[in-house]
């Protein structure tokens, strides 16, 4: 190899090669440039969130009404709680990330070994809620009526708490009336043999207009923020009216084409967004995995440097980063 | 690998004694400052929920008025606290936990300024024109009508 590299001249000088103006190595400069070029991405998506939302500014649904539950708390609306719990976690990871981090600079393999096995358990544990979490937003809780505009009318009844008339959401299941109706199936054997039927909604709407007319104290709300802030409800008279002149689908839950919550956009985003941010928190517990196994096996300690810990330290920091931005404009603002 | 570590934080008012004690001091402010948010986003005082200066009317000065108060203006105080609580988060984030503290300042700046720069470019873009499709849909004079 020697013969091929001609002698320059310029060794030692500035531009002569060898020297790190910016003080790091290729691998972590290299990972700093990933980690923009991903803020990047992850700013373009919660850009387009405000966006859409911007554009219906006046009838967003209400992130407080949305994500009320807690595992293992049947019943009981507690917005905000698990979510703040799914916080913390991701921070107390960073934290243990960057606990490891410092025990590598001090070469201290049994240190290292904890804190990212305990990095990697903060990380399962917040994928697991993002899960819980999914599948709670896709059930759905209350139920509610399509219109046949996309708007969501949804069904409660006014109630005083201590003193103050509030609305109460009413689910679907408590006052719908339930009707025998015949209707063919399809079947691959009677249609199209390439075309399975869709899952059919839990009741139609001339079931839920029967008992909303059965039950005075009901009332439909509609997607309008009012000036307090709060979803507009309905007279009787127009609740029903909504109903029987523009209802169309009975839904239940959310994905990506309905949502019980409001306007489908915000199921979207919510599914786009959270979920490329836990395949972005998957990822980084599987290379924190390879990094543990490696630190076990001592690679590092061999290596003489443990520079690879910071390196996946840094993305892993930065999907605890991402999430603090998520945390805001999707459950706080 | 010796690193040398910047140990203080909020302008030097709180120096720590090493590099591990930083690190939990960060971690208590953090969840701090996330109680603090989780506490105001489940209460809502009424006070933080209406903004407190209104827009002025008419005139050049007027709009150049609106636009440098526009944080105050148009956005309610509890969603401001709430956007300046989450950078003051990701700043300790990034300069405690990334070790951006102890980068030199070119690395430094070369990731930031860059980063600032296009994230606020693209908020301002995409926020104005979705206010702006509001308009269009919402005006008096809209063609377009999506509640039936």
Same mark, same amino acid.
């Given at each position: 190899?020697?013969?091929?590299?001609?002698?320059?001249?310029?060794? #030692?000088?500035?531009? #002569?090669?060898?020297?790190?103006?910016? #003080?790091?190595?290729?691998?972590?400069?290299?990972?700093?440039?990933?980690?923009?070029?991903?803020?990047?991405?992850?700013?373009?998506?919660?850009?387009?969130?405000?966006?859409?939302?911007?554009?219906?500014?006046?009838?967003?649904?209400?992130?407080?009404?949305?994500?009320?539950?807690?595992?293992?708390?049947?019943?009981?609306?507690?917005?905000?709680?698990?979510?703040?719990?799914?916080?913390?976690?991701? !921070?107390?990871?960073?934290?243990?990330?960057?606990?490891?981090?410092?025990?590598? @600079? @001090?070469?201290?393999?049994?240190?290292?070994?904890?804190?990212?096995?305990?990095?990697?358990?903060?990380?399962?544990?917040?994928?697991?809620?993002?899960?819980?979490?999914?599948?709670?937003?896709?059930?759905?809780?209350?139920?509610?009526?399509?219109?046949?505009?996309?708007? =969501?009318?949804?069904?409660?009844?006014?109630?005083?708490?201590?003193?103050?008339?509030?609305?109460?959401? =009413?689910?679907?299941?408590?006052?719908?009336?339930?009707?025998?109706?015949?209707?063919?199936? @399809?079947?691959?054997?009677?249609?199209?043999?390439?075309?399975?039927?869709?899952?059919?909604?839990?009741?139609?709407?001339?079931?839920?207009?029967?008992?909303?007319?059965?039950?005075?104290?009901?009332?439909?709300?509609?997607?309008? =923020?009012?000036?307090?802030?709060?979803?507009?409800?309905?007279?009787?008279?127009?609740?029903?009216?909504?109903?029987?002149?523009?209802?169309?689908?009975?839904?239940? #839950?959310?994905?990506?084409?309905?949502?019980?919550?409001?306007?489908?956009?915000?199921?979207?985003?919510?599914?786009? !967004?959270?979920?490329?941010?836990?395949? @972005?928190?998957?990822?980084?517990?599987? !290379?924190?995995? =390879?990094?543990?196994?490696?630190?076990?096996?001592?690679?590092?300690?061999?290596?003489?440097?443990?520079?690879?810990?910071?390196?996946?330290?840094?993305?892993?920091?930065?999907?605890?980063?991402?999430?603090?931005?998520?945390?805001?404009?999707?459950?706080?603002? | 690998?010796?690193?040398?570590?910047?140990?203080?934080?909020?302008?030097?008012?709180?120096?720590?004694?090493?590099?591990?004690?930083?690190?939990?001091?960060?971690?208590?402010?953090?969840?701090?400052?996330?109680?603090?948010?989780? &506490?105001?986003?489940?209460?809502?005082?009424?006070?933080?929920?209406?903004?407190?200066?209104?827009?002025?009317?008419?005139? /050049?000065?007027?709009?150049?008025?609106?636009?440098?108060?526009?944080?105050?203006?148009?956005?309610?105080?509890?969603?401001?606290? /709430?956007?300046?609580?989450?950078? &003051?988060?990701?700043?300790?984030?990034?300069?405690?936990?990334?070790?951006?503290?102890?980068?030199?300042?070119?690395?430094?700046?070369? &990731?930031?300024?860059?980063? &600032?720069?296009?994230?606020?470019?693209?908020? /301002?873009?995409?926020?104005?024109?979705?206010?702006?499709?509001?308009?269009?849909?919402?005006?008096?004079?809209?063609?377009?009508?999506?509640?039936?």
């Amino acid at each position: 190899m020697d013969t091929t590299v001609a002698n320059t001249g310029t060794e #030692g000088k500035t531009w #002569g090669g060898g020297n790190r103006p910016l #003080g790091a190595s290729y691998g972590k400069l290299m990972m700093w440039f990933f980690i923009v070029s991903d803020a990047l991405t992850f700013s373009g998506f919660l850009a387009a969130y405000g966006f859409s939302r911007f554009k219906f500014i006046k009838e967003w649904p209400i992130a407080d009404e949305v994500f009320t539950h807690v595992p293992f708390l049947h019943g009981q609306e507690l917005p905000m709680i698990y979510v703040a719990f799914m916080t913390f976690i991701l !921070i107390m990871s960073s934290v243990t990330m960057v606990l490891a981090v410092d025990a590598g @600079h @001090h070469m201290n393999k049994a240190k290292v070994t904890l804190y990212m096995f305990l990095t990697i358990i903060g990380g399962a544990i917040f994928v697991g809620s993002q899960a819980w979490e999914w599948a709670t937003f896709i059930q759905g809780d209350y139920g509610a009526v399509q219109t046949k505009g996309g708007n =969501i009318l949804q069904f409660g009844e006014k109630v005083m708490v201590d003193g103050e008339e509030k609305f109460k959401r =009413i689910s679907i299941d408590e006052f719908v009336v339930t009707m025998a109706t015949e209707r063919a199936e @399809h079947e691959r054997k009677n249609g199209l043999w390439f075309v399975t039927e869709e899952t059919l909604p839990p009741y139609s709407v001339e079931e839920i207009y029967k008992g909303l007319e059965a039950n005075s104290n009901i009332l439909v709300r509609n997607q309008i =923020i009012n000036d307090e802030g709060e979803k507009t409800v309905l007279s009787r008279e127009e609740s029903l009216r909504q109903i029987k002149e523009n209802g169309q689908l009975v839904v239940k #839950g959310a994905n990506l084409v309905v949502n019980e919550y409001g306007t489908s956009l915000f199921a979207d985003f919510f599914f786009f !967004i959270t979920g490329f941010h836990g395949f @972005h928190v998957f990822s980084g517990v599987v !290379i924190n995995i =390879i990094i543990f196994f490696n630190v076990i096996l001592g690679t590092y300690e061999r290596r003489g440097s443990y520079e690879m810990v910071e390196k996946v330290g840094l993305y892993w920091h930065f999907v605890d980063l991402v999430w603090v931005f998520v945390f805001t404009f999707f459950y706080l603002v | 690998m010796a690193h040398a570590h910047k140990l203080e934080i909020f302008q030097g008012l709180l120096k720590f004694k090493s590099n591990t004690q930083k690190i939990w001091g960060v971690l208590i402010f953090l969840t701090i400052v996330t109680a603090i948010e989780v &506490v105001l986003g489940i209460y809502k005082p009424d006070a933080l929920m209406h903004t407190w200066i209104d827009p002025m009317e008419g005139g /050049f000065f007027a709009t150049l008025y609106n636009i440098i108060l526009s944080p105050f203006i148009y956005m309610k105080p509890l969603n401001l606290i /709430f956007i300046v609580l989450t950078i &003051v988060k990701a700043y300790y984030i990034t300069w405690d936990f990334m070790h951006m503290r102890d980068e030199t300042s070119s690395l430094r700046r070369m &990731v930031v300024w860059t980063a &600032v720069f296009l994230i606020c470019y693209l908020i /301002f873009i995409l926020l104005q024109e979705g206010g702006y499709v509001f308009e269009v849909y919402n005006a008096e004079d809209a063609l377009i009508k999506r509640d039936f």
